[in-house]
């Protein structure tokens, strides 16, 4: 392979079974990939290549389960597309097409390395500008593939995380003052009440009764007749005189 | 004719007033730590042989003294005996110290549940730090739980010494609690005895729906097999009956007085020997059946926390070898490992410091009590649940009914005294004594809303009462079998209630109940003698965990006071009442 001339490679996934690539970065600026099986290839290039490529890491069982689709040359065409789509959206950039994306080594986890080249396909583009373009994007490429920032992981390109909701007036406050200003007004009409007793026992004749003990409920009986005939009751009847009209037969 | 006492308006009122005052957090938090560490189902032995033989007889024996006596804790022991009215007084102290923080937690179950009307729950993320790239230092350390009960709830400050300023919103929180008590006990037993149907019964209502629904979690069954397999080489562990005394003694709150207060208000011929039998099993089944609902929430957040474990193990080896999603499983998990670690060592040997060793039983053995297990344990299980909001609404609200139904006891035994006493009566009517007493708390309960708070709460929980209960109850005990003399109170009660008393009660209380609870005694003192210095846990922001730091000189002055301004009113008050009756005599002498 010469210098000038890059291969875009992507093997048969079975090729690459339960194995591992690694793109080093060799001392003289270029870079190559090994493959496990102890196949060398060389990517030959100048050493900023290698800091432009993003490794890209998707877990599509975990997320759909039985409903993940397989992932084939048509669904790397349409990642190809949205980085492609991400890149256009860059001012000066508008002119990036899908063939200027490049994949490579593609596993079977699924996870694989692409770079963005300019149009003249003898550079790529700064590892900066495609991670501002995927962080901008990253709601719409999620979508396209029916998975989240958890499950479609673009390695060194951190993902904004969603600002939490912040009500202008935080929720605890209003149920604290509702709870609030009920417990303040049950107080205060259980106060009001209990002052309007003390009042009127005060001007009740009585002294013996606390107004308090209303519920008192042990009267002291004697022979039938409570002992305490005259009673807070507001001038009721005497029960001590009671019995003699019902001994008195009637007409 | 003497003037007419308020009364229960049932025997029902005061019942499940008993049982809300007993039936409190500690049977929530307490007991089923103590039956994880003592050996599971094991416990319940020692368990049940201290309730029969300590608590039902200390139980009953208050209950009687206090329908005899018809006054609060003061007035009766002054009555059996003048010079046992220091008694009484400590009873008050101690109560009073009870009732200053122990509303701190329901002020802190009131933050919970205001803020359990969020979706996501706040306790479940960490909040973002400062440019959005991920989440804050302090939470990633810790766990989001932890964050939310330390910074943003307690906003807790590295040391006891560092106190920093009161924090509003605990504060407003704690001054709400407050409110809602005083308007709990304002008229007395007619307001009291109709929240007690609430504070009672509405516990039981949400422990059910979460027996129901805990027993219905995944993993709930682990946690059940851990708890109940016993462990009997546990039984020969001194601790584990120490342990079983102590939380049968405190847990049914002896000695305080609320127990006299509430039974002074009674008919005289109320049968209270079974009120104290059926509040005492009920509370002993309440802790047990509340350690049921806890080990099964216990068993669903280690196997959560297991199989994320687990998870994050497989997703660090499918990731580092690039093997298929989904290829690796919880069940392949170890022959892969195994098969990995043969055929590509090297790079397996890169990855292994990462791979961490997941384990049930550990994740079982973290034995949480007290506030941790309520608001830490509890919340990160609570968040995993579906529908998190509505049980954490639930879980909240009942910490809450437990809660309030305490601090009625505990207000009730610093009140009756007070409105007992003519003098404070006459000038005071009953709502501004408890209006005063409710403001004074809560004045000083904000100390614990500062961002030491959480440390001086942690003196006042473990100090405050320990000791001083165990001499108040031991005088007590001792004070009616042999000052007041156990035939005449015999005689007393058999008057009053129709009922001869069993010999069963005789024993315990003249011999079995007080050399327990020396022993008790004996045992406290030693531990803290044998301990030296005192230590506490501080909250480390830096590595998100406790570490054990040593209490300073002045905190160790403040937890003598503490144990000491309670337990100096028995002695003083007897000294008191000596030099009162010498001057009398030889004012009675010099004018003869």
């Known amino acids: 392979m010469s210098p000038s001339r890059k291969i875009l490679w992507a093997p048969n996934p079975s090729f690459l079974e339960a194995g591992k690539s690694t793109i080093k970065v060799l001392a003289d600026g270029r870079f190559s990939v090994w493959h496990r099986k102890g196949v060398t290839m060389s990517w030959m290039g100048p050493r900023e290549d290698a800091e432009n490529a993003f490794k890209v890491r998707l877990s599509l069982r975990t997320a759909l389960g039985d409903k993940a689709y397989a992932w084939d040359t048509n669904e790397e065409y349409l990642f190809k597309a949205m980085v492609a789509f991400s890149m256009r959206r860059v001012p000066n950039r508008e002119g990036t097409e899908i063939s200027h994306v490049l994949l490579c080594n593609v596993t079977q986890r699924v996870s694989f390395w692409f770079v963005v080249t300019d149009p003249s396909r003898n550079h790529t583009l700064p590892a900066v500008e495609v991670q501002s373009a995927i962080r901008m994007n990253r709601n719409r490429i999620n979508n396209a593939f029916f998975l989240n920032d958890q499950t479609l992981e673009f390695l060194r390109i951190p993902a904004t995380l969603a600002p939490p909701t912040d009500p202008s007036v935080p929720i605890w406050i209003i149920i604290f003052g509702v709870i609030f200003c009920i417990v303040i007004v049950a107080t205060m009409l259980l106060i009001l009440s209990g002052i309007r007793q003390h009042r009127r026992k005060n001007k009740g004749p009585s002294e013996m009764e606390d107004t308090e003990d209303k519920w008192e409920n042990t009267v002291k009986i004697e022979n039938g007749i409570p002992c305490d005939p005259l009673d807070m009751k507001g001038g009721h009847v005497n029960d001590a005189f009671v019995t003699e009209d019902e001994r008195l037969t009637p007409l | 004719m003497d003037e007419a006492r308020p009364l229960w308006a049932t025997p029902l009122q005061f019942v499940f007033a008993c049982i809300s005052y007993a039936v ?14 003592y050996g599971g189902g094991s416990f319940l032995v020692p368990y049940i042989i201290m309730l029969t033989v300590e608590g039902m007889p200390l139980l009953y024996l208050e209950l009687a003294v206090g329908q005899r006596m018809r006054q609060g804790s003061i007035g009766a022991w002054r009555t059996i005996n003048p010079y046992l009215s220091g008694v009484g007084v400590a009873s008050v102290v101690v109560s009073f110290f009870l009732s200053m923080y122990y509303n701190v937690i ?24 400062g440019n959005r790239t991920g989440y804050d230092e302090e939470c990633e350390k810790a766990s989001s739980t932890q964050y939310f009960w330390y910074r943003k709830t307690l906003n807790i400050s590295p040391s006891i010494q560092e106190s920093g300023a009161v924090q509003w919103e605990p504060a407003l929180c704690l001054i709400l609690a407050w409110l809602l008590v005083y308007l709990c006990i304002l008229r007395g037993t007619e307001s009291t005895g109709k929240v007690v149907y609430f504070t009672a019964l509405l516990p039981y209502c949400v422990l059910i729906v979460y027996l129901v629904r805990g027993l219905t ?6 946690g059940l097999a851990y708890m109940f397999t016993p462990k009997m080489e546990q039984l020969a562990n001194p601790k584990a009956w120490i342990n079983a005394a102590t939380q049968i003694f405190f847990s049914l709150g002896l000695g305080f007085g609320s127990l006299i207060a509430f039974a002074s208000y009674n008919e005289p011929s109320n049968n209270c020997q079974k ?14 059946f509340a350690s049921v609902v806890t080990f099964s929430i216990y068993g669903f957040k280690a196997t959560f926390n297991y199989e994320s474990c687990l998870n994050k193990v497989i997703l660090l080896l499918t990731n580092s070898f690039d093997l298929e999603d989904g290829f690796l499983t919880v069940s392949n998990l170890e022959e892969v490992k195994s098969y990995l670690a043969s055929a590509y060592p090297s790079k397996y ?27 830490i344990v509890y919340t990160e299980a609570i968040k995993n649940m579906e529908v998190s909001q509505l049980w954490s609404v639930l879980y909240f609200f009942m910490l809450l009914m437990l809660g309030i139904g305490s601090m009625l006891g505990n207000t009730a035994a610093i009140l009756t005294p007070l409105t007992d006493s003519k003098v404070i009566s006459s000038y005071l009517p009953k709502e501004a004594i408890s209006g005063l ?10 100390v614990f809303t500062m961002e030491a708070g959480n440390y001086w709460f942690d003196i006042f929980n473990d100090y405050a009462a320990t000791l001083p209960l165990l001499l108040i109850v031991l005088v007590e005990a001792a004070a009616v079998c042999y000052l007041y003399g156990l035939r005449r109170f015999e005689s ?25 609870i020396i022993s008790l005694f004996v045992f406290y003192l030693s531990d803290y003698i044998i301990t030296g210095t005192l230590q506490y846990q501080a909250w480390d922001a830096s590595q998100g965990q ?3 730091k040593d209490y300073p000189p002045y905190a160790l002055a403040i937890i003598g006071l503490l144990v000491a301004s309670s337990t100096m009113c028995i002695p003083l008050g007897a000294l008191g009442t000596f030099i009162v009756r010498r001057l009398k005599r030889r004012d009675t002498a010099s004018v003869a």
């Open chain 2, 24 to 37: 409190g957090l500690g049977n929530v938090w307490r007991f089923p730590y103590l039956c994880q560490m």
């Open chain 2, 106 to 129: 329901n002020a802190w179950a009131f933050w919970y549940l205001f803020h359990s009307f969020q979706d996501p729950l706040p306790w479940s993320v960490c909040p973002l730090n």
């Open chain 2, 217 to 222: 979690l995944h993993g709930a069954t682990n």
């Open chain 2, 275 to 288: 009120h104290a039998v059926i509040v005492s099993i009920i509370n002993s089944s309440t802790s047990i």
């Open chain 2, 349 to 375: 040997s890169e990855v292994f410091p990462q791979i961490k060793n997941c384990s049930l039983e550990s994740e079982l053995e973290t034995a949480v009590q007290g506030t941790g297990l309520a608001f």
């Open chain 2, 437 to 446: 007493v409710c403001l004074v708390s809560c004045a000083i309960g904000l």
């Open chain 2, 492 to 516: 007393d009660l058999k008057a009053m209630t129709g009922h001869a008393l069993n010999w069963y009660w005789k024993a315990m209380w003249g011999g079995v109940s007080p050399l327990l």
């Open chain 2, 546 to 548: 406790l570490v054990t």
